[in-house]
Every structure is written in structure tokens, then in C-alpha cells.
């Protein structure tokens, strides 16, 4: 009997125990298990994970793969997520070969999420989903990879302040996320981070460095205009303020020299929550006596802000707090 291409082998025989194979019931995964979890390495590289078929027809195999993120926010502490998804992130390719198998390559980015392959075999399709998650770099790593940066001194204290140079919540092996979109061991908000620096620290880092180099040249140039001098104190509290959001100098005539500002009141319990004193509703109030009006609003971020209670998040304050005063 003449072989038919996916229709099996018989044969002419007689009383014989015939036994039909379809090819397509062949078609199956060999690897890896549906659902099956792989971690990128402590130091930002992509585990190998290999997607491999078993079939017995020959030919060009379509490919195509999807890895997909939705972010919700974890903040710091190592618990489940809860809330709606903030921001999802995205990205898939396609290809077209004869081999049948692929090891997983983003275009070398470093990405996590669900991944899901297909790979179509005459009219059949194969899919199989898998999950890439993180895991933290050491302190030690961090410093090193910074380190090899230029004129990068103090960031590491930032990175201490943020996210206590965590880019991941072992919990879930996902990255950080903060309310505001702060994303991974920077924080990162403006300018909105892509997928690869949500999920890759060492690029997460990369990004801010430049955001940070930014921060000290308008620094260095607010503090230098018309020829006034500063310190190497007075430059870091600026950078440090900056980073968090606006000036920490005024200028004061009176010494001829740059001060902190005056009007600033800060909330020493948190990081960078603080109180403009020029406010009607705060002048002649202590510290404890405006917290205690303002601290159940905290937690709604912006949203709790009112004209009855006009707490500021404050460059000055996160300042303050990172660096000690």
C-alpha cells in the first residue's frame, strides 16, 4: 500500500494486528512542562529554557511567542499584590525555521511574565505557557555594578532609601511597584520606564543613573549661578532633593549663603512628607499637632491632599531623611 504523508503506515498482510499511527497524534511538547516556572539570574541573565517538539513531518515550522506583565502595586513588604493592574507590559515576535526547538531569546533583553510559544505543524498548533520570574541581585552586586558607572557617588543611598536596593518582592518574584508607578530598585516614574528596565535592575539602574547625572548637573548649576560657591554637603542635599522633587537651597542674603529652605516643615516619620509653613491652616502648629490632622490621608497619596489638609510631598524632606538631618 502506497504511504500517504499524515495519514499513518498499514500494511497488506493478512491476519495481522494492524496498528495505525497519525502523525498528528504524534505532534506533542518535550520540554518544558506547561506552567513550569524558570528564574532570571541574580545577575540580570536569562535562564536557557528551551521550548523543543516531537513530530514526524518535516518542513518549515511557524513560530511565535507573547510575554506578558501586568504590573499591580506591591510596595515593599513581601506579601500577595492586591488592586487593579497599573500598567501591562507586552511584547511578542514571530519566525519561520525548520528546527524544532527554540531557546527563549528576547532580542538579548532581559523580560519576565508569562511567556507563551506556539508553533504551528501542517494545520495543527502546538502552545504551551510558561512563567519567567526574578531574583534579587546581592548588596554587594549592586555596589559593583554601580560602581563601574561614572560619577554616580551617593546613588547607592538612594537606592537604600527606595527600595533597600531590592528590585524584586520575593513573595511573587515580580518586580517592585509603587503607587505613583515607581518601578524596580530606582523607583522609576519619569521618564516611564520600558519592559526590559521594569524587569532587568541592572538596566532599571542604567536608566536612573541618567536621571541622577541630570539631577547633579542642574544642581551644580542652580548652586553655582552667578558665581556662588557651595559644599560637597550642600551639592548631595540639593542632588538628593532634586531626585525627590524640587530645590533644597534658598539663597540668604543676610550670610551670603546658601540655606535650607525656611518655610519647610517636615513629617519625621515618614520620607519625604512635609508641610509648607506659609500655609494659613499650618502657621503656629507643631510637628505632632499637623500629623496627627494629616496622617490618616497619607495613604491616598495625592488624593488626600485638601485644603484641609495640605500636606506636600517634599524634595527637602526626602533630603533630610536619606542623608540624616
Partial sequence: MQQVKHAGNTNSADSTVVKVVSVESSLTWVSPAENAVFKITQDAELPEIVFEFRTQVA???KWSWTIEWEAKVSGLRERA?????????????????SARSWTVGFSEKVLGG??????????????????????????????????????MTGFEKLLEQETNSKHFINFDGEPIVAFDKGFGITQMTNPVPNYEQVWNWKANILAGSSIYKDKVRI?????????????????????FSRWN?????????????????????????????????????????????????????????????????????????????????
Fill in 59 to 61: 518542513g518549515d515550522y
Fill in 219 to 239: 544642581a551644580k548649576k542652580y548652586l553655582g549661578q552667578a558665581g556662588r560657591t557651595y559644599t560637597d554637603d550642600q551639592l548631595r542635599h540639593e542632588v
Fill in 81 to 97: 499584590r492586591k488592586g487593579n493592574v497599573l500598567q501591562t507590559f507586552k511584547e511578542s515576535g514571530s519566525f519561520v525555521c
Fill in 114 to 151: 508569562t511567556l507563551t510559544v506556539e508553533v504551528s505543524v501542517g494545520a495543527t498548533t502546538l502552545k504551551r505557557a510558561i512563567v519567567i520570574k526574578g531574583q534579587n541581585p546581592t548588596a554587594q552586586s549592586v555596589a559593583t555594578y554601580i560602581a563601574t558607572l561614572d560619577d
Fill in 245 to 325: 522633587g524640587g530645590s533644597y537651597h534658598e539663597w540668604d542674603k543676610v550670610s551670603a549663603s546658601w540655606v535650607r529652605k525656611k518655610n519647610l516643615l517636615c513629617d519625621a516619620n515618614t520620607g519625604n512628607i512635609g508641610w509648607s509653613m506659609d500655609n494659613e491652616m499650618n502657621k503656629d502648629k507643631t510637628q505632632a499637632q499637623l500629623r496627627e490632622r494629616d496622617k490618616d490621608t497619607y495613604s491616598k497619596g495625592s488624593k488626600g491632599q485638601s485644603d484641609d489638609h495640605p500636606w506636600q510631598y517634599q524634595g527637602v524632606c526626602y533630603a533630610d531623611h536619606v542623608l540624616g538631618k
